[in-house]
């Protein structure tokens, strides 16, 4: 767009904008007119031409409309203008533009909202003025003029600086705004700054400024005339054509008033607080800003290049510099939304003239003030931080390459501060190259940067320059990395309020290559501001300098600058002088001091020859005097600045340290020996205890002998240490943390400086050896290139693994410290010593401490490759003890050696994992982060755990040992990961090939012992990050490895996977992220490559976002896998010997869960039974439908439902579950069913037992209706002698008899049955001789058959044996341990087939016969018959004959009850005579001539009676059972709980008593079924007999009144309904009846005989009168009675707690523990394994007992002969091929850590010897370790299982 044939998209040339006001300068600037610009340069004299160039350049009037918008919308661009926009100085001026004269068009300014009509008439000089404009030019033109002088050069400079009216009208808005620009001195009110010459010729302005009004902004500006506040640099001329002279105007000396965005300061802010505030950082000032507030998981950056406020700038700054991202120096603010658009720039403006349009482009860059300068930002941040934090920021600049803060002013005080401890934690590298004999010799030197001694060059400038100092510096020293910050670097402002005065120091680090600037290391210093202003930093550093290099205008700008260079002219310390207005090439003046000037040249050449007079310089100075090495620490010593280091809390942690290290270096030490004697306990007496302890898993031979011989030397190796764990150095140091327990910062500050302390110590040591290292590495890989196998390359890999050892002796840390605490706490807590000199139970809460304050703690130690289990628990305890069991997400990393795996994590969250090449990660490292609050609603736990490890195939690692241990560590690290990071670097085929070998194998591993991690592979060091297509191609070949490997996996571990899909949960788009590589460049100068930040961001915000999807795991859950883990790896086979015992604990609560929901289910089940089985009785119901009983549990049992799922939901582990859930609901359904099928035949068999006496109970009316009128006729006759009761009872009793005679006259009774007579008989018709029955019934052995311990009596030694096979078996003596276990399983079968066959004949409903016996004999014979004929051995009559005596014992108590029943509900004479005493009591009431009412109540009251019993009873056992299933230890947990009692109740029993508790135990290890069955009646009946004795009272006592009331609800509901039916007797009855159906039995009474009843009410309250005399006895009824109800609470108890799983161990008989029956079938276990002696296991072809426990074989080198006479043997390690019933049993490696059992081999080993024919001698002698354990110590060691 043009105006006046103006081209409006050109701007005028930079120079003229300078010098005139231009876009962004003043007012007046900007009123200048073209014709005025023409007269003032006709007006500048020839030889001030040079000076006035920038003025000829052009006219302002091309300068551009659009770059006026441009200016308005981005001032950022400012900096770098547009190439369409903006002319380079190189161009010519517009010199034949002419003026337009036609009238122009009215034009819209973008973004203005205005018109600007342009007048054809206006001439060239530009629109019509106004007269005050007018005045005000004529005034300043003159003034101008005035000030041009022979000289061009100081003319041009007056002009420059010259009056007032040249100020901007921008600086006048600032300064109408700003009161705070007071505190910057007008020139025409204060005194002249150093360096500046005055304005000689100007008088000051007197005068009031006037408002002047902008047009368009609604604004009223005051046009100050006083001196400008800011300083320039760009004051010099610029030479076409040079770029590095173009510099924008705004360089690092600048500082402007704080304007903020349009809001006004309060008149008390300064300039720092605004700048706070805007930050949102004023309450940090004083409350600092730690690390704590950064080092958390917070949610991930959305905007990685901007932000879109100022208050996010801080912490934005801070957290892309935490990773490393050197970008964070700026980062602009870009509001999401779009601008809004305020009411001014809506109003249409209407210009008059073009001079008011460029008066509105003074507030076109207002937008530019409210940018914040990044180095503002900075070091706002670092003054609002604490040491930490600050030492972290200065870290992590030095890293990004960029300079650090050395001497710094503070914002307050204005005291200069000398942050040394910053410094502490940077070490330098580089190399030095030198030259000897013609030859370049280079060495490597590491050093922390505080120690490091270089020379030290120094730049300053004094007055403002055009020349950017830190640019040329940069060039210097990195040409491709702005390491000061200069004026053309992004977000450059004007303003800028905290770097004046800052001296900032970066480091040239050399690296050994020919293209090096210098040869060695230097530092180069840079003072911000006018070193003049800045006056005792300048002194300090020229006094520490090396080289002084001074920027200047000329040798003559002012006094202070002119006095200033000569006197360092005249010191002996090397100057070099810049002089920007100087031509001239560098000239060496006398004592070495050079002048070189800057104008008109070559940017690179003025850098190329600083750089060659440094050399020379450098080169040429000898001596110390003449050479100075600057060092920081000397900076310190400096009197007149403040040193952080002086903070008291720094002192105390800094002399705490130093203790420490005064020890270390008293005797001149050598690194490698500090460990072996200042921590003796972690050195070789832990790596042989973790060599022996490793053993533990591998036995060999004797396996119980070798490893009790193996706990003693680990007990041995724990005393020792014990002994030697007093030194100085643990006792100083444990000493001073707790000391420091609680004051953190203290504890920080000791904690630093020790390992600060410690690097100074040993990093010459360690780079010497790394060196050596290096160089050894490289003649064994050149000897194996050559492929020479001869001794040398042997005794080069000697020396290699030689030097590596010495390594591993002189690398030297805090882990290693705090690897002493644990191995002192481990022999403490292991020995259970107490020590004088440690408190060592203190340790784990000291680390705890520290772990959640954020120190990483080892977990796997990395020089004795073992896990301190003990430590690591008692740690974590505490942890939880502080934080409470919080939930963690753990996110572990594997990958190669030297891969950046600590690195990438250092860079993603900030951590401290060891990094350097001399301290690499060794073993594993655990490091725990905080949950922001605000990340909390989005995660589902409350910290990250970061799990560092070891690279795999690390080159210390011996040969052989490589890939066992990258395999070890792999599998750990994997299996603790909810995530782990796959870390690959680089695209090495090999290096991909064997780090996925190892990952896909351990995922597989995972995937069999139920672990479920995830995974993301991030590929490292990628050439193209960006190439999609070649990253699509790697992502297809890993996918392709990957299922490659997956199936050679499973082949190894013996499972199926096709694809690494079938393995793990696997998405290649998703989980394979690319990450650039590290450095942006060759270290060590180059800074990190800003992609790799990205990268580590987006593999950061997947980890998050795959997290989001995890509730991660509680600390005590991540305890358990740790050990867990830990013990399945040192056995060879972890699938095998995986115990999850975090599964096992989750499924532990589910099965108590589970007992209370059947338990529920069987209450209520209970209770239907009772229910229906009384109204069966009353003959209210003869028949029971199964839909019936489902329905009356509907209700429970959704109920219960929905308990399971609540709990399977929402449970804090439902996660693991959920594996479990499909099968649990399936499980209590079944139950459910169960249950109502188990009520419904049981009532069934009441039901068809009724029917069974139907004519009985036909009779019963008619029998009660005779003995009634027969009672009457006898009461009729005796009615005198009604108060005599012994003579009514001796009457009655007379007649009695003979009644029931009369009664039951014809009806044939049931006899008593003869059960031994009948044995007896049966067993005489099967043929065995009288004499041998007899034999055996009074011996008794009988009942103790299926217990022997040796059934070789029984073997059959005569008759038709075959005479090869007898004297096989004759001359072993005794059948083999298998052949014992064959008989006593028949035993076992065929008593419960027989008892199970007979149970079945319902023999209550149809009475017993001898039949049922007959069958029972004929059953057992034809099994032992059919057993016999499979065996080449055959069995004595006396085995049969015991046998089936033993089956016939074991059914002779059913039988007896199941007849008895059948007799009381059959036999009239049974039933009449247990009326007796009902029908006395009506007959006495008769003799009383007592009414019918009365009769009839009494009668009913005898009813009741029995009925209330047996109700009460039944009740109370229900009750009771139920109150010890939710009280009693041994019945309310799981059936494990249960069997650890069964258990202790064995042990605990008197010792007088041993023969029967043997007794006890071997039907326990034979039948653990039938001991605990006699568990629970014994404890039961200790329970309500002894120990809650009036608890069971009282719970009947209850009942007894609830049964009360239940009679009393009754009689009120039918006497009431009769009542106003006004019905008679049969109704009241029946009334009556009706009420109780569902709670007693209740007979029913003919009411004929009391027909003449009318007075109900009376008859209630004779009933109610009887029934309350009934329930007080009741209520102090004898508890015996309870054993005879037909509920019986032991019973309730035995089918609750022992419908359980019963399968026992195939090697040691020890029971499954799992609660459900028929549990998963590959699922039997049990943490209660014994040695396999006690069920009689013996060595083979010996009587020699076997002492091994099964745990400890299966982690043996031993095997077992799968059957007694085959030659197979099968090593237990492998035990499952063995096929059922081993392949049935997870038998999981424990350490026969069980102690119970080994004191009982102890006890009883005699009266094992003398069960089992056997003796503990030889290779089953009992280990002597075992006979020192107490019963005490046996008892406790069941609590420790669990």
Same mark, same amino acid.
């Given at each position: 767009?043009?105006?006046?044939?103006?081209?409006?998209?050109?701007?005028?040339?930079?120079?003229?904008?300078?010098?005139?006001?231009?876009?962004?300068?003043?007012?007046?600037?900007?009123?200048?007119?073209?014709?005025?610009?023409?007269?003032?340069?006709?007006?500048?004299?020839?030889?001030?031409?040079?000076?006035?160039?920038?003025?000829?350049?052009?006219?302002?009037?091309?300068?551009?409309?659009?770059?006026?918008?441009?200016?308005?919308?981005?001032?950022?661009?400012?900096?770098?203008?547009?190439?369409?926009?903006?002319?380079?100085?190189?161009?010519?001026?517009?010199?034949?533009?002419?003026?337009?004269?036609?009238?122009?068009?009215?034009?819209?300014?973008?973004?203005?909202?205005?018109?600007?009509?342009?007048?054809?008439?206006?001439?060239?000089?530009?629109?019509?003025?106004?007269?005050?404009?007018?005045?005000?030019?004529?005034?300043?033109?003159?003034?101008?003029?005035?000030?041009?002088?022979?000289?061009?050069?100081?003319?041009?400079?007056?002009?420059?600086?010259?009056?007032?009216?040249?100020?901007?009208?921008?600086?006048?808005?600032?300064?109408?705004?700003?009161?705070?620009?007071?505190?910057?001195?007008?020139?025409?009110?204060?005194?002249?700054?150093?360096?500046?010459?005055?304005?000689?010729?100007?008088?000051?302005?007197?005068?009031?400024?006037?408002?002047?009004?902008?047009?368009?902004?609604?604004?009223?500006?005051?046009?100050?005339?006083?001196?400008?506040?800011?300083?320039?640099?760009?004051?010099?001329?610029?030479?076409?054509?040079?770029?590095?002279?173009?510099?924008?105007?705004?360089?690092?000396?600048?500082?402007?008033?704080?304007?903020?965005?349009?809001?006004?300061?309060?008149?008390?802010?300064?300039?720092?607080?605004?700048?706070?505030?805007?930050?949102?950082?004023?309450?940090?000032?004083?409350?600092?800003?730690?690390?704590?507030?950064?080092?958390?998981?917070?949610?991930?950056?959305?905007?990685?290049?901007?932000?879109?406020?100022?208050?996010?700038?801080?912490?934005?700054?801070?957290?892309?510099?935490?990773?490393?991202?050197?970008?964070?120096?700026?980062?602009?603010?870009?509001?999401?939304?779009?601008?809004?658009?305020?009411?001014?720039?809506?109003?249409?403006?209407?210009?008059?003239?073009?001079?008011?349009?460029?008066?509105?482009?003074?507030?076109?860059?207002?937008?530019?003030?409210?940018?914040?300068?990044?180095?503002?930002?900075?070091?706002?941040?670092?003054?609002?931080?604490?040491?930490?934090?600050?030492?972290?920021?200065?870290?992590?600049?030095?890293?990004?390459?960029?300079?650090?803060?050395?001497?710094?002013?503070?914002?307050?005080?204005?005291?200069?501060?000398?942050?040394?401890?910053?410094?502490?934690?940077?070490?330098?590298?580089?190399?030095?190259?030198?030259?000897?004999?013609?030859?370049?010799?280079?060495?490597?030197?590491?050093?922390?940067?505080?120690?490091?001694?270089?020379?030290?060059?120094?730049?300053?400038?004094?007055?403002?320059?055009?020349?950017?100092?830190?640019?040329?510096?940069?060039?210097?020293?990195?040409?491709?990395?702005?390491?000061?910050?200069?004026?053309?670097?992004?977000?450059?402002?004007?303003?800028?309020?905290?770097?004046?005065?800052?001296?900032?120091?970066?480091?040239?680090?050399?690296?050994?290559?020919?293209?090096?600037?210098?040869?060695?290391?230097?530092?180069?210093?840079?003072?911000?501001?006018?070193?003049?202003?800045?006056?005792?930093?300048?002194?300090?550093?020229?006094?520490?300098?090396?080289?002084?290099?001074?920027?200047?205008?000329?040798?003559?700008?002012?006094?202070?600058?002119?006095?200033?260079?000569?006197?360092?002219?005249?010191?002996?310390?090397?100057?070099?002088?810049?002089?920007?207005?100087?031509?001239?090439?560098?000239?060496?003046?006398?004592?070495?001091?050079?002048?070189?000037?800057?104008?008109?040249?070559?940017?690179?050449?003025?850098?190329?020859?600083?750089?060659?007079?440094?050399?020379?310089?450098?080169?040429?100075?000898?001596?110390?005097?003449?050479?100075?090495?600057?060092?920081?620490?000397?900076?310190?010593?400096?009197?007149?600045?403040?040193?952080?280091?002086?903070?008291?809390?720094?002192?105390?942690?800094?002399?705490?340290?130093?203790?420490?290290?005064?020890?270390?270096?008293?005797?001149?030490?050598?690194?490698?020996?500090?460990?072996?004697?200042?921590?003796?306990?972690?050195?070789?007496?832990?790596?042989?205890?973790?060599?022996?302890?490793?053993?533990?898993?591998?036995?060999?031979?004797?396996?119980?002998?070798?490893?009790?011989?193996?706990?003693?030397?680990?007990?041995?190796?724990?005393?020792?240490?014990?002994?030697?764990?007093?030194?100085?150095?643990?006792?100083?140091?444990?000493?001073?943390?707790?000391?420091?327990?609680?004051?953190?910062?203290?504890?920080?500050?000791?904690?630093?400086?020790?390992?600060?302390?410690?690097?100074?110590?040993?990093?010459?040591?360690?780079?010497?050896?790394?060196?050596?290292?290096?160089?050894?590495?490289?003649?064994?890989?050149?000897?194996?290139?050559?492929?020479?196998?001869?001794?040398?390359?042997?005794?080069?890999?000697?020396?290699?693994?030689?030097?590596?050892?010495?390594?591993?002796?002189?690398?030297?840390?805090?882990?290693?410290?705090?690897?002493?605490?644990?191995?002192?706490?481990?022999?403490?807590?292991?020995?259970?010593?107490?020590?004088?000199?440690?408190?060592?139970?203190?340790?784990?809460?000291?680390?705890?401490?520290?772990?959640?304050?954020?120190?990483?703690?080892?977990?796997?130690?990395?020089?004795?490759?073992?896990?301190?289990?003990?430590?690591?628990?008692?740690?974590?305890?505490?942890?939880?003890?502080?934080?409470?069991?919080?939930?963690?997400?753990?996110?572990?990393?594997?990958?190669?050696?030297?891969?950046?795996?600590?690195?990438?994590?250092?860079?993603?969250?900030?951590?401290?994992?060891?990094?350097?090449?001399?301290?690499?990660?060794?073993?594993?490292?655990?490091?725990?982060?905080?949950?922001?609050?605000?990340?909390?609603?989005?995660?589902?736990?409350?910290?990250?755990?970061?799990?560092?490890?070891?690279?795999?195939?690390?080159?210390?690692?011996?040969?052989?040992?490589?890939?066992?241990?990258?395999?070890?560590?792999?599998?750990?690290?994997?299996?603790?990961?909810?995530?782990?990071?796959?870390?690959?670097?680089?695209?090495?085929?090999?290096?991909?090939?064997?780090?996925?070998?190892?990952?896909?194998?351990?995922?597989?591993?995972?995937?069999?012992?139920?672990?479920?991690?995830?995974?993301?592979?991030?590929?490292?060091?990628?050439?193209?990050?960006?190439?999609?297509?070649?990253?699509?191609?790697?992502?297809?070949?890993?996918?392709?490895?990957?299922?490659?490997?997956?199936?050679?996996?499973?082949?190894?571990?013996?499972?199926?996977?096709?694809?690494?899909?079938?393995?793990?949960?696997?998405?290649?788009?998703?989980?394979?992220?690319?990450?650039?590589?590290?450095?942006?460049?060759?270290?060590?100068?180059?800074?990190?490559?800003?992609?790799?930040?990205?990268?580590?961001?987006?593999?950061?915000?997947?980890?998050?976002? =795959? $997290?989001? /999807?995890?509730?991660?795991?509680?600390? +005590?859950? %991540?305890?358990? @896998?740790?050990?867990?883990?830990?013990?399945? &790896?040192?056995?060879?086979?972890?699938?095998?010997?995986?115990?999850?015992?975090?599964?096992?604990?989750?499924?532990?609560?589910?099965?108590?869960?589970?007992?209370?929901?059947?338990?529920?289910?069987?209450?209520?089940?209970?209770?239907?039974?009772?229910?229906?089985?009384?109204?069966?009785?009353?003959?209210?119901?003869?028949?029971?439908?199964?839909?019936?009983?489902?329905?009356?549990?509907?209700?429970?049992?959704?109920?219960?439902?929905?308990?399971?799922?609540?709990?399977?939901?929402?449970?804090?582990?439902?996660?693991?579950?959920?594996?479990?859930?499909?099968?649990?609901?399936?499980?209590?359904?079944?139950?459910?069913?169960?249950?109502?099928?188990?009520?419904?035949?049981?009532?069934?068999?009441?039901?068809?037992?009724? =029917? $069974?006496? /139907?004519?009985?109970?036909?009779?019963? +009316?008619? %029998?009660?209706? @005779?003995?009634?009128?027969?009672?009457?006729? &006898?009461?009729?006759?005796?009615?005198?002698?009604?108060?005599?009761?012994?003579?009514?009872?001796?009457?009655?009793?007379?007649?009695?008899?003979?009644?029931?005679?009369?009664?039951?006259?014809?009806?044939?009774?049931?006899?008593?049955?003869?059960?031994?007579?009948?044995?007896?008989?049966?067993?005489?018709?099967?043929?065995?001789?009288?004499?041998?029955?007899?034999?055996?019934?009074?011996?008794?052995?009988?009942?103790?058959?299926?217990?022997?311990?040796?059934?070789?009596?029984?073997?059959?030694?005569?008759?038709?044996?075959?005479?090869?096979?007898?004297?096989?078996?004759?001359?072993?003596?005794?059948?083999?341990?298998?052949?014992?276990?064959?008989?006593?399983?028949?035993?076992?079968?065929?008593?419960?087939?027989?008892?199970? $066959?007979? /149970?079945?004949?319902?023999?209550?409903?149809?009475?017993?016969?001898?039949?049922?016996?007959?069958?029972?004999?004929?059953?057992?014979?034809?099994?032992?018959?059919?057993?016999?004929?499979?065996?080449?051995?055959?069995?004595?009559?006396?085995?049969?004959?015991?046998?089936?005596?033993?089956?016939?014992?074991?059914?002779?108590?059913?039988?007896?009850?199941?007849?008895?029943?059948?007799?009381?509900?059959?036999?009239?004479?049974?039933?009449?005579?247990?009326?007796?005493?009902?029908?006395?009591?009506?007959?006495?009431?008769?003799?009383?001539?007592?009414?019918?009412?009365?009769?009839?109540?009494?009668?009913?009251?005898?009813?009741?009676?029995?009925?209330?019993?047996?109700?009460?009873?039944?009740?109370?056992?229900?009750?009771?059972?139920?109150?010890?299933?939710?009280?009693?230890?041994?019945?309310?947990?799981?059936?494990?709980?249960?069997?650890?009692?069964?258990? /202790?109740?064995?042990?605990?029993?008197?010792?007088?008593?041993?023969?029967?508790?043997?007794?006890?135990?071997?039907?326990?290890?034979?039948?653990?079924?039938?001991?605990?069955?006699?568990?629970?009646?014994?404890?039961?009946?200790?329970?309500?007999?002894?120990?809650?004795?009036?608890?069971?009272?009282?719970?009947?006592?209850?009942?007894?009144?609830?049964?009360?009331?239940?009679?009393?609800?009754?009689?009120?509901?039918?006497?009431?309904?009769?009542?106003?039916?006004?019905?008679?007797?049969?109704?009241?009855?029946?009334?009556?009846?009706?009420?109780?159906?569902?709670?007693?039995?209740?007979?029913?009474?003919?009411?004929?005989?009391?027909?003449?009843?009318?007075?109900?009410?009376?008859?209630?309250?004779?009933?109610?009168?009887?029934?309350?005399?009934?329930?007080?006895?009741?209520?102090?009824?004898?508890?015996?009675?309870?054993?005879?109800?037909?509920?019986?609470?032991?019973?309730?108890?035995?089918?609750?707690?022992?419908?359980?799983?019963?399968?026992?161990?195939?090697?040691?008989?020890?029971?499954?523990?799992?609660?459900?029956?028929?549990?998963?079938?590959?699922?039997?276990?049990?943490?209660?394994?014994?040695?396999?002696?006690?069920?009689?296991?013996?060595?083979?072809?010996?009587?020699?007992?076997?002492?091994?426990?099964?745990?400890?074989?299966?982690?043996?080198?031993?095997?077992?002969?799968?059957?007694?006479?085959?030659?197979?043997?099968?090593?237990?390690?492998?035990?499952?091929?063995?096929?059922?019933?081993?392949?049935?049993?997870?038998?999981?490696?424990?350490?026969?850590?069980?102690?119970?059992?080994?004191?009982?081999?102890?006890?009883?080993?005699?009266?094992?010897?003398?069960?089992?024919?056997?003796?503990?001698?030889?290779?089953?002698?009992?280990?002597?370790?075992?006979?020192?354990?107490?019963?005490?110590?046996?008892?406790?060691?069941?609590?420790?299982?669990?």
């Amino acid at each position: 767009m043009t105006i006046n044939n103006i081209n409006l998209t050109t701007t005028a040339p930079t120079s003229l904008q300078e010098n005139w006001g231009g876009p962004t300068r003043g007012a007046h600037g900007q009123s200048v007119s073209f014709a005025e610009n023409q007269r003032q340069r006709a007006l500048i004299s020839a030889r001030g031409q040079s000076a006035c160039h920038e003025l000829r350049t052009g006219p302002p009037g091309p300068r551009s409309l659009k770059t006026t918008q441009h200016q308005a919308k981005a001032p950022l661009n400012r900096s770098k203008p547009s190439r369409t926009t903006t002319p380079r100085i190189c161009q010519q001026p517009h010199q034949n533009i002419q003026p337009c004269t036609s009238e122009p068009k009215s034009t819209q300014i973008a973004g203005r909202g205005s018109s600007v009509k342009r007048a054809a008439q206006e001439k060239w000089g530009g629109p019509k003025r106004r007269t005050q404009s007018q005045s005000m030019r004529v005034a300043e033109n003159q003034r101008q003029r005035a000030l041009i002088s022979a000289r061009g050069q100081l003319a041009y400079h007056e002009l420059r600086t010259g009056p007032p009216g040249s100020r901007s009208l921008k600086t006048t808005q600032h300064q109408a705004k700003d009161p705070l620009n007071k505190s910057k001195p007008s020139r025409t009110t204060t005194p002249n700054r150093a360096g500046q010459r005055p304005h000689q010729n100007i008088r000051p302005c007197t005068s009031e400024p006037k408002s002047t009004r902008i047009p368009g902004r609604g604004r009223s500006v005051q046009r100050a005339v006083s001196g400008p506040v800011d300083e320039r640099d760009d004051d010099k001329e610029r030479k076409p054509g040079d770029k590095f002279y173009e510099s924008a105007k705004t360089d690092d000396n600048e500082t402007t008033d704080g304007y903020t965005s349009g809001n006004k300061k309060k008149p008390s802010q300064t300039e720092t607080e605004v700048l706070l505030e805007r930050l949102q950082l004023q309450d940090k000032f004083q409350q600092k800003l730690s690390p704590a507030d950064f080092l958390q998981i917070r949610p991930p950056g959305k905007q990685m290049d901007h932000v879109t406020s100022e208050k996010d700038v801080a912490h934005t700054f801070l957290h892309k510099l935490i990773m490393l991202d050197y970008g964070a120096r700026y980062i602009p603010v870009r509001p999401d939304s779009p601008e809004v658009t305020t009411e001014s720039d809506n109003t249409e403006t209407d210009y008059s003239d073009l001079e008011d349009f460029l008066k509105t482009t003074a507030d076109t860059n207002e937008k530019e003030k409210a940018c914040v300068h990044p180095m503002d930002v900075q070091m706002a941040v670092f003054h609002c931080s604490d040491s930490f934090l600050k030492q972290m920021m200065i870290t992590k600049l030095s890293q990004c390459q960029y300079a650090l803060p050395l001497l710094v002013p503070d914002p307050v005080t204005k005291e200069i501060q000398f942050p040394l401890w910053t410094f502490r934690e940077i070490t330098k590298s580089w190399k030095v190259t030198q030259i000897k004999d013609n030859s370049k010799i280079i060495t490597m030197k590491s050093v922390p940067v505080y120690k490091a001694e270089t020379p030290l060059v120094s730049f300053f400038r004094l007055g403002s320059l055009s020349v950017s100092k830190s640019q040329l510096m940069n060039t210097l020293i990195n040409n491709r990395h702005d390491t000061f910050f200069h004026r053309n670097c992004p977000g450059s402002t004007k303003s800028r309020y905290l770097m004046d005065g800052v001296a900032e120091i970066a480091w040239y680090c050399p690296a050994g290559k020919p293209n090096d600037t210098f040869n060695d290391c230097i530092a180069f210093c840079n003072l911000h501001g006018d070193a003049l202003s800045h006056k005792k930093q300048c002194d300090i550093l020229i006094e520490k300098s090396s080289i002084n290099v001074f920027l200047l205008a000329s040798l003559q700008s002012n006094e202070g600058s002119r006095s200033l260079i000569s006197s360092l002219f005249q010191s002996q310390k090397p100057l070099i002088c810049l002089i920007v207005n100087d031509s001239r090439d560098a000239v060496k003046i006398k004592n070495g001091n050079y002048i070189m000037g800057l104008k008109d040249k070559n940017h690179s050449d003025v850098c190329e020859d600083l750089k060659r007079i440094i050399r020379e310089v450098l080169s040429s100075l000898d001596g110390p005097i003449l050479k100075p090495s600057f060092q920081l620490e000397t900076m310190a010593e400096l009197s007149g600045i403040r040193v952080d280091e002086t903070d008291p809390a720094c002192q105390k942690g800094k002399s705490a340290a130093m203790e420490i290290i005064n020890l270390l270096k008293k005797d001149n030490m050598d690194v490698s020996k500090i460990k072996y004697d200042f921590l003796p306990c972690q050195g070789q007496l832990w790596h042989q205890w973790s060599k022996i302890h490793r053993e533990m898993f591998h036995l060999r031979g004797n396996i119980e002998k070798e490893k009790s011989r193996k706990e003693q030397k680990l007990m041995k190796i724990r005393q020792k240490q014990c002994a030697a764990s007093c030194s100085k150095l643990m006792q100083l140091f444990t000493g001073s943390l707790s000391l420091m327990r609680q004051k953190q910062t203290d504890r920080e500050y000791f904690l630093k400086w020790t390992q600060t302390f410690i690097d100074e110590l040993s990093i010459d040591d360690v780079s010497s050896i790394l060196k050596s290292y290096d160089e050894k590495w490289s003649e064994v890989l050149a000897l194996k290139n050559k492929h020479d196998k001869s001794d040398l390359l042997l005794r080069k890999q000697t020396e290699l693994e030689d030097i590596s050892k010495k390594l591993q002796s002189a690398t030297f840390g805090l882990e290693h410290i705090f690897r002493e605490m644990g191995q002192i706490y481990e022999a403490h807590k292991t020995t259970q010593r107490e020590s004088r000199h440690t408190d060592w139970s203190k340790y784990p809460e000291l680390a705890a401490q520290l772990m959640i304050s954020g120190h990483p703690m080892e977990l796997m130690d990395g020089d004795a490759g073992h896990v301190p289990l003990t430590w690591i628990s008692s740690l974590l305890e505490e942890v939880i003890n502080k934080l409470g069991d919080q939930r963690v997400f753990v996110l572990s990393v594997l990958g190669l050696q030297s891969s950046g795996k600590s690195t990438m994590l250092n860079t993603m969250f900030g951590l401290q994992f060891a990094v350097s090449a001399g301290r690499c990660t060794k073993g594993a490292f655990m490091q725990l982060l905080k949950v922001s609050e605000e990340m909390k609603k989005d995660l589902k736990f409350d910290y990250v755990l970061v799990v560092d490890t070891e690279g795999l195939r690390a080159l210390e690692v011996e040969g052989n040992n490589t890939l066992h241990h990258d395999n070890e560590l792999a599998t750990f690290v994997v299996g603790l990961g909810n995530l782990t990071l796959i870390n690959i670097f680089g695209e090495n085929p090999s290096d991909m090939q064997d780090i996925l070998q190892i990952v896909v194998q351990d995922f597989m591993r995972m995937k069999e012992v139920k672990l479920f991690p995830s995974c993301v592979f991030v590929h490292q060091n990628v050439t193209d990050v960006a190439a999609a297509e070649k990253n699509m191609d790697g992502k297809r070949r890993l996918q392709e490895k990957l299922d490659q490997m997956a199936k050679l996996a499973a082949e190894e571990e013996v499972c199926y996977a096709e694809r690494f899909s079938d393995v793990i949960k696997f998405d290649v788009q998703k989980d394979v992220k690319y990450c650039a590589q590290l450095w942006e460049g060759s270290p060590p100068m180059a800074p990190p490559n800003p992609g790799y930040s990205e990268s580590i961001q987006e593999v950061k915000n997947t980890i998050l976002s =795959k $997290a989001s /999807k995890s509730a991660g795991i509680t600390f +005590s859950q %991540f305890k358990t @896998k740790i050990q867990d883990l830990w013990t399945a &790896l040192l056995n060879e086979s972890f699938i095998f010997s995986f115990k999850n015992t975090l599964d096992i604990s989750v499924f532990q609560k589910l099965e108590v869960q589970y007992g209370s929901w059947t338990w529920t289910l069987r209450s209520i089940m209970l209770t239907i039974e009772n229910q229906l089985h009384n109204r069966i009785e009353n003959g209210k119901v003869d028949e029971v439908e199964k839909s019936y009983l489902f329905r009356e549990t509907s209700k429970t049992y959704e109920e219960v439902r929905k308990e399971m799922t609540k709990y399977f939901e929402d449970d804090k582990d439902r996660e693991i579950l959920a594996q479990w859930r499909e099968r649990f609901e399936i499980k209590i359904k079944e139950f459910h069913d169960e249950q109502v099928n188990r009520v419904k035949r049981k009532l069934d068999r009441v039901i068809q037992q009724k =029917k $069974a006496c /139907k004519n009985l109970d036909e009779n019963k +009316s008619e %029998f009660e209706n @005779k003995l009634l009128q027969k009672s009457k006729e &006898l009461a009729h006759k005796l009615k005198d002698k009604a108060k005599d009761e012994k003579e009514l009872q001796r009457q009655f009793n007379s007649v009695w008899s003979s009644w029931v005679t009369e009664l039951t006259a014809g009806i044939k009774p049931v006899e008593d049955i003869n059960l031994e007579q009948d044995q007896l008989t049966i067993l005489q018709e099967l043929g065995f001789e009288p004499a041998l029955i007899d034999e055996s019934k009074r011996s008794g052995r009988y009942k103790k058959i299926s217990e022997v311990g040796n059934y070789s009596g029984y073997m059959k030694t005569g008759g038709n044996l075959l005479v090869d096979s007898y004297n096989k078996y004759k001359a072993r003596g005794a059948f083999s341990h298998e052949e014992q276990e064959q008989i006593r399983s028949l035993i076992d079968q065929a008593e419960k087939e027989s008892r199970g $066959a007979i /149970k079945n004949k319902h023999v209550a409903a149809t009475g017993y016969t001898q039949t049922y016996l007959q069958e029972m004999a004929n059953h057992v014979t034809e099994k032992v018959q059919k057993f016999l004929s499979e065996r080449k051995y055959t069995l004595n009559k006396e085995f049969k004959v015991d046998l089936l005596l033993y089956v016939f014992y074991r059914a002779e108590i059913w039988l007896l009850e199941s007849h008895k029943k059948f007799k009381m509900s059959n036999d009239p004479i049974t039933y009449l005579e247990s009326k007796k005493t009902q029908f006395y009591t009506v007959f006495r009431s008769l003799c009383k001539e007592n009414s019918s009412a009365v009769v009839l109540g009494e009668l009913i009251c005898e009813r009741l009676k029995v009925s209330t019993l047996e109700a009460v009873c039944n009740k109370t056992a229900i009750d009771l059972a139920g109150k010890m299933r939710c009280n009693f230890p041994a019945f309310n947990g799981t059936r494990q709980d249960l069997e650890k009692h069964v258990l /202790k109740s064995l042990a605990k029993k008197e010792e007088g008593m041993k023969e029967e508790n043997f007794n006890d135990f071997i039907t326990y290890i034979i039948n653990p079924r039938r001991q605990t069955e006699a568990f629970i009646k014994a404890q039961v009946e200790k329970y309500i007999f002894r120990d809650q004795k009036d608890e069971a009272v009282e719970i009947l006592k209850k009942n007894a009144d609830d049964i009360k009331t239940t009679v009393s609800q009754a009689l009120f509901t039918a006497t009431q309904k009769v009542q106003n039916q006004r019905g008679d007797t049969d109704m009241w009855l029946k009334e009556f009846s009706n009420a109780l159906k569902d709670e007693l039995t209740f007979d029913k009474i003919c009411s004929e005989n009391f027909s003449d009843i009318k007075d109900f009410h009376f008859l209630k309250e004779e009933i109610e009168k009887g029934f309350t005399s009934i329930t007080e006895k009741m209520s102090s009824l004898s508890l015996d009675k309870l054993n005879e109800s037909r509920h019986k609470p032991e019973e309730i108890l035995i089918d609750q707690l022992c419908n359980c799983c019963w399968v026992k161990c195939p090697f040691c008989a020890a029971v499954c523990t799992n609660t459900m029956k028929d549990h998963s079938p590959d699922g039997h276990s049990t943490p209660f394994h014994r040695p396999d002696g006690i069920k009689g296991w013996h060595r083979r072809d010996t009587v020699e007992f076997s002492v091994n426990f099964c745990t400890t074989n299966v982690s043996s080198d031993r095997s077992f002969c799968l059957k007694g006479d085959s030659e197979k043997y099968i090593p237990y390690k492998q035990y499952k091929a063995a096929h059922p019933p081993y392949d049935t049993w997870r038998i999981t490696p424990d350490g026969s850590k069980l102690a119970y059992w080994k004191w009982f081999v102890c006890q009883f080993q005699t009266q094992l010897e003398e069960h089992y024919g056997l003796k503990f001698m030889g290779s089953g002698a009992i280990p002597d370790q075992w006979k020192k354990i107490t019963k005490n110590e046996a008892i406790q060691s069941l609590d420790e299982m669990f």
